[in-house]
């Protein structure tokens, strides 16, 4: 089976239910968004949440890709860096639990959580506080990390160090590595269009987007981006919620059918459409039976809260 690295930001995860849409105007969290907060403003939301009936688990975009990835069967790695700490500890934990291999560097600095804010249409509002997770710098890769892998996948989150992603997707290119990337969140795309274009275009073989994510990036509307962004790279994969995806490569396009589920959390959706895509293109399946997989997976783990799903559910699915 081949095998796939990534690198992305060590977060844990705390979940919180909300009944309104009144604490993220509280602390003006747009919905839908990732905003980046301070230690300070990340502290306020927790003393505002902490009598609610939270999850804390491990969490981050990269990480909840490979997950899904080990869980489905594929040899899987993430780079990360985390505090040496009791949400650091929980973040390996888990990690090894769920199939992971892990190179997971230290810092001084607290292990990175981001609040997850899931209102009742579903829809997830984070506020990330990046901790120990922002020190992951470009000399803390080496050429041989990436010895013997056939795929990298990387966050669009990661771009507040721009000169860590140059050095990440170089040196997974120069191995020849297939290399795909999650654009992540729309604001994320609006603030650093130019650099995620040019990255594209450099490096990328596969990008997925949700709706949102692919307008920032082309201005148009799902179809239209699909076929923009599938010109920047070999395939792009946009995500259109209850109504599926779209995949492009070169002139094909691939309508893909959302998989019946019961939604209650769509946390984590994207990044396990992302795992269950890059297993089945790993394993040689044709496009339409990937994103089939990746529909299949996402289905799955938008029916609970959180982004880890149950030993039994993933049987089912292998």
């Given at each position: 089976?081949?095998?796939?690295?990534?690198?992305?930001?060590?977060?844990?995860d705390?979940?919180?239910?909300?009944?309104?849409?009144?604490l993220?105007r509280?602390f003006?969290l747009p919905?839908?968004?990732?905003?980046?907060?301070d230690?300070t403003v990340?502290s306020h939301?927790?003393?505002?949440?902490?009598?609610?009936e939270?999850?804390?688990?491990a969490?981050?975009s990269?990480s909840n890709?490979?997950?899904?990835t080990?869980?489905?069967g594929?040899?899987s790695?993430?780079?990360?860096?985390t505090?040496n700490?009791e949400l650091?500890?929980?973040?390996a934990?888990?990690?090894?639990?769920?199939?992971?291999?892990?190179i997971?560097?230290h810092?001084?600095q607290a292990?990175?959580?981001?609040?997850?804010?899931?209102?009742?249409?579903?829809?997830?509002?984070?506020?990330t506080?990046?901790g120990?997770?922002?020190?992951?710098?470009?000399?803390?890769?080496?050429?041989?990390?990436f010895d013997?892998?056939?795929y990298?996948?990387i966050?669009?989150y990661?771009?507040?160090?721009?000169d860590?992603?140059?050095?990440?997707?170089?040196l997974?290119?120069?191995?020849?590595?297939?290399i795909?990337?999650?654009?992540a969140?729309?604001?994320?795309?609006?603030?650093?269009?130019?650099?995620?274009?040019?990255?594209?275009?450099?490096y990328?073989?596969?990008?997925?987007a949700?709706?949102a994510?692919?307008?920032?990036?082309?201005?148009r509307?799902?179809?239209?981006?699909?076929?923009?962004?599938?010109?920047?790279c070999?395939?792009?994969?946009?995500?259109?919620g209850?109504?599926?995806s779209?995949?492009?490569c070169?002139e094909?396009?691939?309508t893909?059918?959302?998989c019946?589920?019961?939604?209650?959390?769509?946390?984590?959706?994207g990044d396990?459409?992302?795992?269950g895509?890059?297993y089945?293109?790993?394993?040689?399946r044709p496009?339409?039976?990937?994103?089939?997989m990746?529909s299949?997976?996402?289905?799955?783990?938008?029916?609970?809260?959180?982004?880890r799903?149950?030993?039994?559910?993933?049987?089912?699915?292998?």
């Amino acid at each position: 089976m081949k095998s796939i690295i990534g690198i992305g930001n060590a977060l844990v995860d705390i979940l919180a239910p909300l009944e309104s849409d009144e604490l993220l105007r509280q602390f003006n969290l747009p919905k839908g968004s990732m905003q980046h907060v301070d230690e300070t403003v990340s502290s306020h939301i927790w003393n505002e949440i902490r009598t609610r009936e939270v999850q804390i688990v491990a969490g981050g975009s990269t990480s909840n890709t490979l997950n899904g990835t080990a869980e489905l069967g594929m040899p899987s790695t993430f780079i990360g860096k985390t505090g040496n700490d009791e949400l650091g500890r929980l973040f390996a934990d888990d990690q090894r639990a769920h199939g992971l291999q892990s190179i997971l560097l230290h810092s001084p600095q607290a292990t990175g959580r981001c609040t997850v804010f899931i209102t009742p249409d579903t829809e997830r509002t984070m506020a990330t506080y990046l901790g120990a997770a922002i020190e992951l710098v470009p000399d803390d890769l080496n050429p041989a990390m990436f010895d013997g892998y056939d795929y990298f996948h990387i966050e669009g989150y990661l771009v507040q160090n721009l000169d860590l992603v140059r050095r990440a997707v170089g040196l997974a290119k120069s191995k020849g590595l297939i290399i795909s990337l999650d654009l992540a969140s729309y604001n994320v795309v609006e603030a650093h269009k130019d650099f995620l274009s040019e990255i594209i275009q450099d490096y990328v073989d596969i990008v997925f987007a949700n709706e949102a994510e692919a307008a920032a990036f082309t201005g148009r509307n799902p179809l239209e981006a699909a076929q923009e962004m599938s010109r920047y790279c070999r395939i792009a994969a946009v995500k259109i919620g209850e109504q599926g995806s779209l995949i492009q490569c070169g002139e094909a396009l691939h309508t893909i059918p959302a998989c019946p589920a019961q939604a209650i959390d769509a946390t984590g959706a994207g990044d396990l459409y992302a795992a269950g895509f890059l297993y089945a293109h790993a394993s040689g399946r044709p496009l339409p039976q990937c994103g089939l997989m990746a529909s299949t997976v996402a289905a799955k783990v938008v029916e609970i809260i959180g982004s880890r799903i149950d030993k039994e559910t993933w049987a089912t699915l292998r």
